[in-house]
């Protein structure tokens, strides 16, 4: 299983990072394959076909399971996360991955923000959603148990999902 | 398998009752086993505790596959059905149920509905919802190929989630 | 200015009511002229054309200010509160109405909900909805400020909205 | 009344910066004040303090109308146009101003967009937003009667609510 996670963060090496990493390895058992902070690839994704956007691409896009982590900005997901989301093709551009939207916020007020905003996004794609999304509170999601919860509900459903990709490949 | 349809349309017998059998059978292969006509529960769902709504909410949460079908009544699901949907158990009415949202209307505006609207209430109930919702248009749903396209395109993930759900039982 | 409220609580006599009227209190500075507690309606609900229904509907409609409000039900609004909705004719059953939702929840989880789900089926019955949806703590909100604070910042906006309504008329 | 209008394509000199325009004009009576054609902000836009989208965004907050356009991207607004919401500050960045959501599909299938998704990002930052979103079809929005039926309906209670705010500072 190809696992992949994608931080909208605009400032790199961020938390939003760090809680997708642990919720990817909660999930598969095993460090992510790939890794798309998507701040680092800088001005190419203010437009099309740059090299390193078009990578990041396609990565996501052969991964069987895929985290896309954003921070709370404005009640939703961030500009810079939608900047990359913006460059895969409609319709497909995720089918056959199994994605799992993760927001964090500085508190609980924004909890609908990962099923009602982000994840349509990811269906809109193509994506497989079997699970609801995820959101963490910043300061506290390395000590609580929320990542653990999550995996242990949802984990069975989101490999069943993904090993169906496979096969069906 | 175990699949039920619930159709939360005002008259019963509707073509939202129609339509989400059609549903079913392109998804099982089969009749659905259970079938909740909302409104035939007449005024029992106004109050808690009613015998016949009861039965059909355990129907509706010992299955493996539901369709939950609406019409499009002021851009969103109808109050009967969301009626019915408040007799669940909230956080795990639905648990290891796969639902599949399908709203019906008479034109294209109200495409996003199904995933921005009726999905999340079936996301807060705690279900499987690995496939995104379907919109027909309740003029042509008859006669044109949206209900096997989606069944093409989704029976492979959607059957995987409910064999999951059945073998973690 | 006519002000009416709307509580789709299950129960009568709710908080939801309470808070509603506490709402229009501070926006109007009256008391309300009407108040529509939906479930002593009763199952005239679940059709169409019951005289009390229809009366009710139409004080609403001939209001300049109403407060809808709703408890949080499955992450939403109630099925009760939608029934009463569908009873408004499509695209201007609001027409001309400055329409304030408001949301009450345990915890503040759902905080979204106001102003994501609420407030959409109102702008589509034709309603002016200049301010932000108001969601309230239900253990809280006769103590904490909140419908204070949300008068102050909302008001002046909410009674030039209703007064050019009124002019226009 | 001093009036802007944003336009969040990746192409400058688009057709959703044309029809914000005409929409400005139609609701103002005359040439918009401001033009924030987002794109041309360049690559300013993927950090904090550059001096050109500060000043842009100082535009905007001091207008009294606003109209935000966005092409529609996997069925919601922009990446471009949400970082540049994303320079606003979080409450009050549109304090005071009467946002008007804008949105142009190739289709009628996302017409739900920007009520549902765009006017919340405004209501977060503290817009009045007295009316419903408007979206427009891309390649019939010049010869269509969209925009003006829009500004007959709409024209008189943003402009009141325009006039509010002006009197209120």
Redesign the interface.
């Known amino acids: 299983m190809k696992t992949t996670i994608v931080a909208g963060n ?1 400032k790199p090496g961020s938390r939003t990072l760090d809680a997708a990493a642990l919720l990817a390895r909660s999930l598969s058992g095993a460090e992510p394959d790939h890794v798309v902070d998507v ?1 680092t690839l ?2 190419g ?4 076909g740059d090299e390193a956007v078009t990578s990041a691409v396609e990565s996501v896009a052969s991964s069987d399971l895929v985290v896309f982590a954003s921070p709370t ?14 460059q ?1 093709a ?1 319709g497909d551009g995720l089918r056959d991955v199994v994605a799992v939207p993760l927001m964090l916020g500085a ?7 990962p ?3 982000l ?3 990811l ?3 193509g994506a ?5 999304g995820l959101y963490l509170i910043d300061s506290t999601y390395t000590t609580d148990t929320r990542i653990a919860e999550y995996a242990e509900r949802w984990g ?2 989101i490999a ?2 993904a ?3 496979t096969e ?1 490949s």
Do not use: C, N, Q, S
Request: without cysteine; aromatic residues 10%.
């Open positions: 605009p701040v800088g001005p994704l203010l437009g099309w900005f404005k009640a939703t997901y961030t500009g810079i996360l939608k900047l990359f989301l913006d895969f409609g508190g609980p007020a924004h909890a609908m923000a099923d009602l905003l994840k349509p996004v269906v809109e794609l497989t959603t079997p699970a609801p069975g459903i069943a999902a090993a169906a990709r069906a």
